[in-house]
């Protein structure tokens, strides 16, 4: 079972926002960030690759050039064994300023016999680390006599740095002069300016530095920092950042080293990083408050609509709807307006309807004068007529008078005063029937006599304690008391007749709660409901009866008064 | 469904290009291991200048990676001291053997491969301190501004002309000052030490309170001019005059001590065998050459001249000093220098 929690709507247009419309954007902007990332590291990467392959290929194209050009020469070896003439000093300058002119990077050429004197004396100021004939193990001399057959590459520092490359004359297998060919650091400055703002570094293999435009990377002697020779690609010095890539030219004696900076970028994007974080964080705290607001607000129409049907179902029929925010909602507000109307509408006519019914019921109820009474009236005076015709007549115009009023539609309810004077007519029928056998007793407050009762109440009353207490004994006496209490009108009729049994007396009890008689005694429930139906509310009848001491019914009545009077 | 799809693909995009990113960098950054290569620490008080082309060619010569830490030889000698248990240095460089011989036990006994064609004076007697070069104590003038004041030799400095106008280091970081205090000490005692602090009285009265951190500064001070005299060694001194400052070398005409600075293994040094190897180098034909030729120094060996622009130790007054004595006393004196320098300036 997949159980959902009912949510409010504002709270689900606020969370559809936030799905679908911050936390995409924000993904988007974190792929833009990261594809530039990307783009800009790969330009980075390419450009310093580049930078590095062009200063390597260039230099490594010079130094070939200038490697052969001492190779040939070193193939020769009248040049130590022989005098060099005149032709020939012109054929190797001229050579030397052939290869000038096809790589634009001049160098300088020394031929020196085994004693390191110079045999081509072609410059005035020779380098001390090459004519000093001391210098046999020392720099590129000690090179190329460790490795004569070779070509020898070496740095020398003489008023700045200087590439030597040199290899040996042979003469029948023993060393016979040296050949070395000079090319000054400064000849390379112009190529480094090509490639900027890559900066590169060029090294021989131990890292001491022969070319350099960055200074960053060099330690206090002259050498490419130890900790960062074996390092390439992103790396962090000194807490800035650096693409590093390397390139080892010429048998791996010389490297190439290409540096781009790219702290200021990185700086950059962190910064930017940053700035869109916060942004989205400010987003989304906004969002957070000020969603609840706008979600509230948009859906504000529909809280009324449910507080409306809240109060519906509360029973409250007067909230109606005002609503001109949207088109639909207006719509929803006035059909509720009009169902609002309808449904009180109905309520009314229900209202009415029942109120005929009730009306029915009572006149049903009314109607209720017991034909035992009528009957047994009757025969009374036939027998009083023969015996005693006065006591008849009196019989008579007691009954006619009862009738008359029992069946007068005029008003159901009635001054307590007038209706008490029919109930002595009915009192004096009795009196006449049981003579001493029955005995009453009536006593009425004075302002309660022009209060209003339902009619005929008192005598069903009575009606009711004659016929029940005759029961037992012989005798009954009856008492009527009648007062305001609490602001109701109560009458209390008291027998002391028989009594009523008490599982009998529960049921009867019981009865009375029901909208239906479900007992045969008709009596007190016509009554109790009689008064229920006219009063409604806290209004009735109630019994209480000891058996063989008498009942007392108490009516509740409310104080009324005849509003013409 | 449709926009799980949507979400989903744009998720897995974005991991996609971060784990790419990630791989791509650690990529970038293959880290070749170095291979095993021997190493070498040097501590030296000597001129980087110096060390330059002296390092760079025993680099190439023997492949050993060789790290320098420079500073004043009496820092050194401390940190070396403090290191004791755990020794980060190989070879001790620079530094005069009387500022050297007090900690001794600090060093390796070694004796190189070239003892044999080391002069006399500076044999390897002690066991410990192979001699390097040997260091005469001169002054340097700034020829720029000496103008007409005479300086030949110590008792000029006294000159009140010069007063706070004289570069000298303090005697305790530098062994050149240390020489240089020696020297007026048995110079100017005229043999008896004792008697030579009355000149070192006067003399620190005309520094005016200057009392410089390294020789360095002392050398720099005379050469941008804002000292006209400065106590230093010679090769200090001769490198500026090869290079063509308006500097002139002063051989005290009272005496010149001459003392050797020393190339030492450290005690339990880390790379026994490169340091071995590096005092054979620099005791070597072609170092010792290329220290006289080059750097402006005087060789210890027999058979490499002095140059040509220096003068020969013929030429020059030269003092003598009881060493023994001033081993002993080094402490001392540098404290009673100490005393004398604070005492002038408080007053």
């Given at each position: 079972?997949?159980?959902?929690?009912?949510?409010?709507?504002?709270?689900?247009?606020?969370?559809?926002?936030?799905?679908?419309?911050?936390?995409?954007?924000f993904l988007i902007a974190c792929l833009c960030m990261g594809l530039i990332l990307g783009i800009w590291q790969y330009s980075v990467?390419?450009?310093?690759?580049?930078?590095?392959?062009?200063?390597?290929?260039?230099?490594?194209?010079?130094?070939?050039?200038?490697?052969?050009?001492?190779?040939?020469?070193?193939?020769?070896?009248?040049?130590?064994?022989?005098?060099?003439?005149?032709?020939?000093?012109?054929?190797?300058?001229?050579?030397?300023?052939?290869?000038?002119?096809?790589?634009?990077?001049?160098?300088?050429?020394?031929?020196?016999?085994?004693?390191?004197?110079?045999?081509?004396?072609?410059?005035?100021?020779?380098?001390?680390?090459?004519?000093?004939?001391?210098?046999?193990?020392?720099?590129?001399?000690?090179?190329?006599?460790?490795?004569?057959?070779?070509?020898?590459?070496?740095?020398?520092?003489?008023?700045?740095?200087?590439?030597?490359?040199?290899?040996?004359?042979?003469?029948?297998?023993?060393?016979?002069?040296?050949?070395?060919?000079?090319?000054?650091?400064?000849?390379?400055?112009?190529?480094?300016?090509?490639?900027?703002?890559?900066?590169?570094?060029?090294?021989?293999?131990?890292?001491?530095?022969?070319?350099?435009?960055?200074?960053?990377?060099?330690?206090?002697?002259?050498?490419?920092?130890?900790?960062?020779?074996?390092?390439?690609?992103?790396?962090?010095?000194?807490?800035?950042?650096?693409?590093?890539?390397?390139?080892?030219?010429?048998?791996?004696?010389?490297?190439?080293?290409?540096?781009?900076?790219?702290?200021?970028?990185?700086?950059?994007?962190?910064?930017?990083?940053?700035?869109?974080?916060?942004?989205?964080?400010?987003?989304?705290?906004?969002?957070?408050?000020?969603?609840?607001?706008?979600?509230?607000?948009?859906?504000?129409?529909?809280?009324?609509?449910?507080?409306?049907?809240?109060?519906?179902?509360?029973?409250?029929?007067?909230?109606?709807?005002?609503?001109?925010?949207?088109?639909?909602?207006?719509?929803?507000?006035?059909?509720?307006?009009?169902?609002?109307?309808?449904?009180?509408?109905?309520?009314?006519?229900?209202?009415?309807?029942?109120?005929?019914?009730?009306?029915?019921?009572?006149?049903?109820?009314?109607?209720?004068?017991?034909?035992?009474?009528?009957?047994?009236?009757?025969?009374?005076?036939?027998?009083?007529?023969?015996?005693?015709?006065?006591?008849?007549?009196?019989?008579?115009?007691?009954?006619?008078?009862?009738?008359?009023?029992?069946?007068?539609?005029?008003?159901?309810?009635?001054?307590?005063?007038?209706?008490?004077?029919?109930?002595?007519?009915?009192?004096?029928?009795?009196?006449?029937?049981?003579?001493?056998?029955?005995?009453?007793?009536?006593?009425?407050?004075?302002?309660?006599?022009?209060?209003?009762?339902?009619?005929?109440?008192?005598?069903?009353?009575?009606?009711?304690?004659?016929?029940?207490?005759?029961?037992?004994?012989?005798?009954?006496?009856?008492?009527?008391?009648?007062?305001?209490?609490?602001?109701?009108?109560?009458?209390?009729?008291?027998?002391?007749?028989?009594?009523?049994?008490?599982?009998?007396?529960?049921?009867?009890?019981?009865?009375?709660?029901?909208?239906?008689?479900?007992?045969?005694?008709?009596?007190?429930?016509?009554?109790?409901?009689?008064?229920?139906?006219?009063?409604?509310?806290?209004?009735?009848?109630?019994?209480?009866?000891?058996?063989?001491?008498?009942?007392?019914?108490?009516?509740?009545?409310?104080?009324?008064?005849?509003?013409?009077? | 469904?449709?926009?799980?799809?949507?979400?989903?693909?744009?998720?897995?995009?974005?991991?996609?290009?971060?784990?790419?990113?990630?791989?791509?960098?650690?990529?970038?950054?293959?880290?070749?291991?170095?291979?095993?290569?021997?190493?070498?620490?040097?501590?030296?008080?000597?001129?980087?200048?110096?060390?330059?082309?002296?390092?760079?060619?025993?680099?190439?010569?023997?492949?050993?990676?060789?790290?320098?830490?420079?500073?004043?030889?009496?820092?050194?000698?401390?940190?070396?001291?403090?290191?004791?248990?755990?020794?980060?240095?190989?070879?001790?460089?620079?530094?005069?053997?009387?500022?050297?011989?007090?900690?001794?036990?600090?060093?390796?006994?070694?004796?190189?491969?070239?003892?044999?064609?080391?002069?006399?004076?500076?044999?390897?007697?002690?066991?410990?301190?192979?001699?390097?070069?040997?260091?005469?104590?001169?002054?340097?003038?700034?020829?720029?501004?000496?103008?007409?004041?005479?300086?030949?030799?110590?008792?000029?400095?006294?000159?009140?002309?010069?007063?706070?106008?004289?570069?000298?280091?303090?005697?305790?970081?530098?062994?050149?000052?240390?020489?240089?205090?020696?020297?007026?000490?048995?110079?100017?005692?005229?043999?008896?030490?004792?008697?030579?602090?009355?000149?070192?009285?006067?003399?620190?009265?005309?520094?005016?309170?200057?009392?410089?951190?390294?020789?360095?500064?002392?050398?720099?001070?005379?050469?941008?001019?804002?000292?006209?005299?400065?106590?230093?060694?010679?090769?200090?001194?001769?490198?500026?005059?090869?290079?063509?400052?308006?500097?002139?070398?002063?051989?005290?005409?009272?005496?010149?001590?001459?003392?050797?600075?020393?190339?030492?293994?450290?005690?339990?040094?880390?790379?026994?065998?490169?340091?071995?190897?590096?005092?054979?180098?620099?005791?070597?034909?072609?170092?010792?050459?290329?220290?006289?030729?080059?750097?402006?120094?005087?060789?210890?060996?027999?058979?490499?001249?002095?140059?040509?622009?220096?003068?020969?130790?013929?030429?020059?007054?030269?003092?003598?000093?009881?060493?023994?004595?001033?081993?002993?006393?080094?402490?001392?004196?540098?404290?009673?220098?100490?005393?004398?320098?604070?005492?002038?300036?408080?007053?």
């Amino acid at each position: 079972m997949n159980r959902k929690r009912i949510r409010y709507f504002s709270d689900n247009i606020r969370h559809m926002f936030i799905l679908y419309a911050i936390i995409p954007a924000f993904l988007i902007a974190c792929l833009c960030m990261g594809l530039i990332l990307g783009i800009w590291q790969y330009s980075v990467y390419t450009t310093n690759r580049a930078a590095n392959a062009k200063v390597s290929n260039v230099f490594q194209k010079v130094v070939d050039i200038y490697i052969n050009e001492a190779l040939s020469l070193s193939k020769d070896e009248s040049l130590i064994t022989e005098p060099i003439d005149t032709n020939k000093l012109v054929e190797i300058r001229r050579s030397m300023y052939k290869l000038f002119a096809e790589t634009k990077y001049s160098a300088k050429l020394y031929i020196l016999d085994e004693e390191l004197n110079s045999v081509l004396s072609d410059y005035n100021n020779m380098p001390g680390f090459l004519i000093d004939n001391s210098c046999y193990d020392w720099g590129i001399i000690r090179e190329i006599r460790e490795n004569p057959q070779d070509i020898s590459i070496k740095l020398a520092t003489e008023g700045g740095r200087i590439l030597c490359i040199g290899t040996s004359i042979q003469k029948q297998g023993e060393l016979a002069g040296y050949i070395v060919v000079t090319i000054p650091a400064d000849e390379f400055r112009l190529l480094l300016t090509q490639v900027s703002p890559q900066q590169t570094v060029i090294t021989d293999g131990n890292g001491w530095i022969y070319l350099t435009n960055n200074y960053v990377f060099q330690d206090t002697l002259g050498r490419f920092v130890r900790e960062q020779e074996y390092s390439e690609g992103f790396i962090q010095y000194q807490d800035k950042g650096y693409y590093l890539s390397k390139s080892k030219i010429c048998k791996d004696k010389l490297q190439v080293y290409t540096i781009t900076s790219h702290d200021m970028e990185s700086r950059m994007f962190y910064t930017m990083s940053m700035f869109i974080l916060l942004i989205f964080a400010a987003i989304i705290i906004i969002t957070y408050f000020i969603s609840r607001k706008v979600a509230k607000k948009s859906t504000r129409d529909i809280y009324k609509i449910a507080e409306a049907f809240e109060q519906v179902k509360k029973g409250n029929l007067e909230r109606y709807l005002n609503i001109d925010s949207s088109v639909e909602f207006k719509e929803i507000g006035e059909a509720y307006n009009l169902m609002l109307d309808g449904l009180k509408k109905n309520i009314k006519e229900n209202k009415e309807l029942t109120r005929y019914a009730a009306f029915a019921q009572v006149k049903q109820l009314e109607a209720q004068f017991n034909p035992h009474f009528l009957f047994n009236t009757l025969d009374n005076i036939r027998f009083m007529s023969k015996i005693d015709p006065e006591a008849s007549d009196k019989m008579i115009i007691a009954l006619s008078t009862l009738l008359r009023y029992s069946i007068s539609d005029a008003e159901e309810e009635i001054q307590v005063e007038e209706d008490m004077r029919y109930t002595e007519s009915y009192l004096t029928i009795l009196k006449i029937r049981y003579n001493r056998r029955f005995t009453y007793e009536i006593d009425v407050e004075e302002k309660v006599k022009k209060y209003l009762i339902p009619k005929l109440m008192i005598q069903s009353i009575i009606e009711n304690a004659v016929k029940y207490g005759y029961a037992e004994g012989d005798t009954l006496h009856v008492t009527i008391k009648g007062f305001e209490k609490e602001g109701k009108l109560i009458f209390v009729c008291k027998d002391n007749g028989g009594g009523i049994k008490e599982d009998m007396l529960k049921q009867i009890r019981e009865n009375l709660l029901l909208p239906v008689n479900k007992t045969n005694h008709h009596g007190i429930y016509n009554i109790h409901r009689r008064i229920q139906l006219m009063y409604h509310g806290d209004y009735g009848v109630t019994l209480e009866s000891k058996l063989g001491e008498g009942t007392v019914v108490t009516l509740t009545l409310p104080v009324r008064m005849n509003s013409g009077l | 469904m449709k926009r799980k799809i949507i979400i989903t693909v744009i998720l897995s995009f974005f991991v996609i290009l971060l784990v790419g990113y990630t791989i791509s960098k650690r990529n970038h950054n293959v880290h070749i291991s170095k291979h095993q290569r021997e190493e070498l620490v040097i501590y030296s008080s000597h001129p980087l200048e110096f060390l330059r082309p002296l390092i760079e060619e025993f680099e190439s010569k023997t492949e050993i990676l060789v790290t320098v830490v420079s500073g004043g030889t009496g820092e050194l000698i401390e940190r070396i001291e403090g290191e004791q248990n755990n020794p980060n240095a190989d070879i001790l460089w620079g530094g005069t053997l009387s500022t050297l011989k007090p900690q001794k036990y600090l060093f390796e006994e070694y004796s190189c491969a070239n003892e044999d064609v080391i002069q006399e004076e500076f044999k390897n007697k002690e066991g410990m301190f192979t001699k390097f070069s040997d260091v005469p104590s001169v002054l340097m003038v700034n020829t720029d501004l000496i103008g007409n004041i005479k300086i030949n030799g110590y008792k000029d400095l006294l000159n009140p002309e010069l007063k706070g106008k004289i570069a000298y280091c303090s005697p305790a970081v530098s062994s050149s000052a240390f020489e240089h205090l020696i020297n007026m000490l048995y110079t100017m005692g005229e043999g008896n030490p004792e008697e030579g602090w009355d000149y070192v009285k006067l003399f620190c009265e005309n520094l005016d309170g200057n009392l410089l951190k390294s020789s360095t500064e002392v050398y720099q001070g005379v050469a941008n001019g804002e000292f006209v005299v400065g106590l230093i060694f010679e090769e200090a001194a001769a490198a500026l005059v090869a290079n063509g400052e308006k500097i002139k070398i002063v051989y005290m005409e009272e005496g010149v001590l001459s003392m050797p600075d020393c190339v030492t293994i450290v005690k339990n040094s880390p790379h026994l065998k490169s340091a071995k190897a590096f005092i054979d180098y620099a005791t070597g034909y072609e170092v010792q050459t290329m220290i006289t030729i080059e750097l402006n120094r005087r060789s210890v060996r027999v058979d490499v001249k002095t140059p040509k622009y220096l003068k020969t130790k013929d030429e020059i007054t030269i003092a003598h000093a009881d060493r023994e004595l001033v081993y002993e006393m080094k402490k001392e004196w540098l404290q009673k220098f100490k005393e004398i320098f604070l005492n002038i300036n408080e007053e």
